[in-house]
């Protein structure tokens, strides 16, 4: 049925603050949360991170005391969502089993957006980073086992796979080739706008989870691996975040940014199988209806627009939804792993010139050796490296174990 | 009912630019692109990425005036702006109907006309996000100014649609053009005008005017007593 936020009452904003005890709220069980639940937090989190900082920006853009009243106002809001969110995450899952929860995010959310993004520009867009994440979830796997040999699988319940993607040392590209075009703003179809903000949150926060993370550990080898995929991150940030048309005024962009948190939030609850995390999934979608609600007002009243002109009519009928993207991933990867950029068009990686920056570039960064490798190396050295390909052999045949897989 | 924000729903198309990508199902061809006006004499795909430019700028011109009529505090104004934003809108239906009529698409949103709306943006938020640092006489005349602005532009692309008509060969393209420059124009002849001189009156009146500080500075007052009520 078509469901439009813009006819739902929600929650006003004015009724949506939250007790401390309320905030505090109990965590999930990490080794009974089902994958996609963890999935579903850590991508909600930084959904709501993203709402904040943007809402941020904006307040320091405007000294409209009206506005910067009701940014301040649906921004606590969110602050207390986040916790709540973020605050479902249990003390006893350490931060390395926090990371292989947020890889899974990249892969299965990024798969299924491309899979389901009616852009192909766009599509090529999240095909070309999804594959950089996939083998940014197998480094990690790695370094969990070698730290505290543990199994990813614990973490990913073999929901997605485990193996190489495109390797990520030589993903390390120049600045200037993370650059893309971005859609019109007038044509795009409103799901690939979603589709956009939503990667680029959850690129984001990943970014932002390994930027403050990455210097909590002892080991060199760790401390390493975090720097170097942080900075993976950043390219993702910069590459997803061009897609976006710069056209859109403050207020629009307000308008977007909640409208698409109702979808997420809408999304979560399809698909929730824990009842007690599900009510906080419906709780929010009505909040978010209410806060949507008042950057609508916003809009109608400083920029003398009707969202309705700018909004689909209903949300999309397709949740986002977690759920394994193998025969994607792999397909993907038979065809796509040589793949580079150049400026701002793909290009295969037997198409650069010798002289092309990315092999400066790359010849500056690992300098030394790239610690994505070492820590395969000592994976290796430790026992064999770790995978878990539940659908048979890499389909890249030199990316194929060099010893058994330990699964 | 004319269409105030072209988006994918209403059929909007585009062309891509260096950073621009468009999805092809919104694509402008470049074979329809030149295939607007021929055998004119007209540059066709000029021409539509001008009415497309004006478009944007009457769409842009109506959302202005619509919000001004809001949030002004001056009940003529406010009347003057609800008039002119009625009228505005229906230059954006003129101007639909034009490029109907000339056999182009009033749902095409040129690179010229993305240009003019973020210029148009612009105009709209120079009324509103600085508002907490301007006192009340001033966002009057901050927002009279935006309208002068928007309006200079307006009556200068319709002057220049004037002009291009009488250049034009006698016929039907010659003829939809000048009946739209005919009933918009004389309107534009006063929006512009009026901007021009009220801007001035309420210059000249603040400027030389004891009376007009102390109605201000007593505005101000009433202003914040009920604000403090509110709050």
């Known amino acids: 049925m078509a469901f439009n936020p813009l006819e739902q009452k929600g929650i006003p904003v004015d009724d949506q603050l939250r007790s401390w005890s309320e905030l505090n709220v109990e965590p999930y069980d990490k080794e009974a949360v089902d994958p996609y639940t963890r999935t579903r937090v850590i991508l909600m989190n930084g959904i709501e991170v993203e709402s904040i900082m943007f809402s941020h920006q904006f307040a320091r853009h405007t000294d409209n005391l009206d506005l910067k009243r009701k940014l301040a106002m649906g921004r606590r809001v969110d602050q207390q969502q986040q916790k709540a969110v973020n605050g479902l995450n249990p003390g006893d899952q350490t931060p390395l089993e926090t990371t292989l929860g947020y890889e899974q995010v990249a892969v299965d959310l990024t798969a299924w957006l491309a899979r389901h993004e009616p852009d192909p520009q766009l599509k090529m867009a999240l095909d070309f980073a999804l594959l950089e994440d996939f083998d940014h979830l197998y480094r990690y796997a790695n370094l969990y086992e070698l ?45 690939s706008r979603m589709h956009v903000m939503t990667i680029v949150a959850g690129e984001q926060q990943t970014m932002n989870f390994y930027m403050n993370h990455g210097a909590e550990w002892v080991e060199p080898i760790a401390r390493g691996l975090y720097a170097e995929i942080a900075m993976i991150e950043e390219q993702h940030v910069t590459h997803y975040e061009s897609l976006l048309d710069p056209l859109d005024s403050w207020i629009a962009n307000w308008v977007f940014h909640e409208y698409n948190e109702v979808y997420l939030y809408w999304s979560m609850l399809q698909n929730e199988t824990d009842k007690r995390i599900k009510a906080i999934w419906e709780l929010h979608l009505n909040m978010e209806i209410g806060q949507l609600a008042v950057a609508c007002d916003a809009m109608r009243h400083y920029e003398g627009r009707d969202p309705a002109e700018l909004l689909p009519p209903s949300l999309p009928e397709t949740p986002v939804t977690f759920e394994p993207n193998k025969d994607y991933v792999r397909e993907l990867l038979a065809a796509t792993i040589d793949l580079r950029t150049d400026g701002i068009q793909y290009v295969e990686l037997d198409e650069l010139p010798e002289d092309h920056r990315y092999f400066t570039y790359q010849k500056t960064v690992n300098a030394g050796g790239a610690p994505s490798e070492m820590v395969i190396d000592a994976a290796r050295d430790n026992g064999g490296e770790y995978r878990d390909e539940t659908e048979g052999a890499h389909p890249i045949a030199d990316l194929r174990p060099r010893t058994e897989t330990t699964s | 009912m004319p269409i105030l924000t ?184 006063e929006h512009f005008g009026w901007a021009a001189e009220t801007r001035c009156k309420m210059i000249s009146a603040q400027a030389t005017s004891r009376a007009a500080q102390v109605v201000g500075e007593a505005a101000e007052t009433v202003v914040s007593r009920v604000k403090k009520w509110l709050d």
Request: charged share 20%; proline share 7%; glycine share 6%.
């Open chain 1, 147 to 191: 730290l505290y040999g543990g199994r990813a699988a614990a973490i990913t319940d073999h929901l997605t796979e485990v193996m190489p993607g495109r390797p990520t040392f030589v993903e390390h590209r120049h600045p200037y080739d993370d650059v893309r075009p971005h859609y019109e703003t007038h044509t795009v179809d409103p799901l």
């Open chain 2, 6 to 189: 072209p988006t994918a729903a209403t059929g909007a198309r585009t062309v891509p630019a260096e950073m621009t990508y468009v999805n092809p199902a919104n694509l402008m061809p470049p074979d329809e692109a030149k295939a607007f006006l021929a055998d004119t004499g007209l540059n066709g795909p000029f021409v539509a990425d001008l009415l497309s430019d004006m478009l944007a700028h009457e769409r842009c011109g109506a959302q202005l005036y619509r919000s001004l009529a809001q949030r002004t505090n001056n009940p003529m104004l406010r009347k003057q702006y609800e008039h002119f934003g009625t009228e505005t809108t229906e230059h954006v239906e003129v101007l639909e109907n034009l490029i109907d009529q000339l056999g182009g698409d009033p749902n095409y949103v040129s690179p010229a006309a993305r240009a003019t709306t973020k210029a148009g943006t612009g105009l709209l938020e120079s009324t509103f996000l600085l508002a907490g640092s301007i006192d009340l006489m001033t966002q009057e005349l901050v927002m009279l100014d935006a309208v002068l602005v928007a309006e200079a532009k307006d009556h200068a692309n319709w002057g220049c649609l004037a002009a291009l008509a009488e250049g034009l060969p006698e016929g039907d393209v010659q003829d939809a053009f000048t009946n739209a420059v005919n009933r918009v124009l004389p309107q534009e002849d």
